[in-house]
């Protein structure tokens, strides 16, 4: 069974500070990552997505991948209250199918 | 990005009935996905609707129990079957973008089984 794990956290984080959220993966052929966002009650809302080795960034946010070691991260730059929310990490698997594998989610809190 | 919506938001049924959930999107699209996310936990992919062919099913998900219709390039529907508590769960849709990998999300419905 492909996994894709995440430390469910809650992380907390002061108002101002930089969030790193990290996710491993099983499927060493994965192509294609992605983050979403959640807020509670809500469904999931893309922020990121990346498909190769290094760094992605837009605006505050920062994908960065390294298929060797089978991780990818997130990094969230001047964190605000607003930022508070569950953050799904998600990875399309290799082969004909393609299926998403969804992370279990890492919980981030914002401390004003 | 496409906008999708779904019916009903949410729900409270009686174990053993049935619920039929829709989903609509404003554009057309080949195929459309049914997760289900259980109280704490993640998406799991149900199955996969593909317009004019059956759906497909993930492991552990059966068309008895969630049965899926496709009429068109712009609608779905999931039928969750003989409710028991254990389907109390937010049932959500998703349309693949045009061009890329991502996926986007309707609204969801927040089902729960008495």
């Known amino acids: 069974q492909k996994e894709v794990e995440q430390n469910s956290g809650p992380l907390s984080v002061p108002e101002g500070a930089i969030a790193s959220l990290n996710c491993t993966y099983s499927?060493?052929?994965?192509?294609?990552f992605f983050w979403y966002r959640q807020y509670s009650g809500k469904s999931p809302e893309l922020i990121m997505f990346?498909?190769?080795?290094g760094d992605k960034e837009d605006g505050r946010f920062t994908a960065q991948l390294n298929k060797a070691s089978q991780y990818v991260s997130l990094l969230i730059r001047d964190s605000q209250p607003s930022d508070s929310a569950t953050y799904l990490c998600?990875?399309?698997?290799?082969?004909?199918?393609?299926?998403?594998?969804f992370g279990t989610g890492t919980k981030l809190q914002v401390i004003p | 990005s496409a906008v999708i919506s779904q019916k009903p938001s949410r729900d409270i049924c009686q174990r053993g009935t049935s619920l039929t959930i829709q989903c609509q999107v404003d554009?057309?699209?080949?195929?459309m996905f049914w997760y289900r996310q259980q109280p704490g936990q993640s998406l799991t992919l149900i199955a996969t609707?593909?317009?004019?062919?059956?759906?497909?099913?993930e492991s552990g998900f059966v068309i008895d129990k969630f049965p899926i219709s496709r009429p068109n390039l712009t609608f779905s529907t999931l039928t969750v079957s003989n409710m028991s508590p254990e389907d109390s769960s937010i049932y959500l849709c998703?349309?693949?973008?045009?061009?890329?990998?991502?996926?986007?999300f309707g609204p969801g419905t927040r089902l729960t089984v008495l």
């Open positions: 499927d060493r052929g994965s192509q294609s």
């Open positions: 609707a593909n317009q004019g062919s059956e759906a497909t099913y």
């Open positions: 554009s057309q699209v080949t195929m």
């Open positions: 998703s349309v693949p973008s045009e061009g890329s990998d991502t996926q986007y």
């Open positions: 990346i498909y190769s080795n």
């Open positions: 998600a990875v399309k698997e290799s082969g004909g199918y393609q299926k998403v594998t």
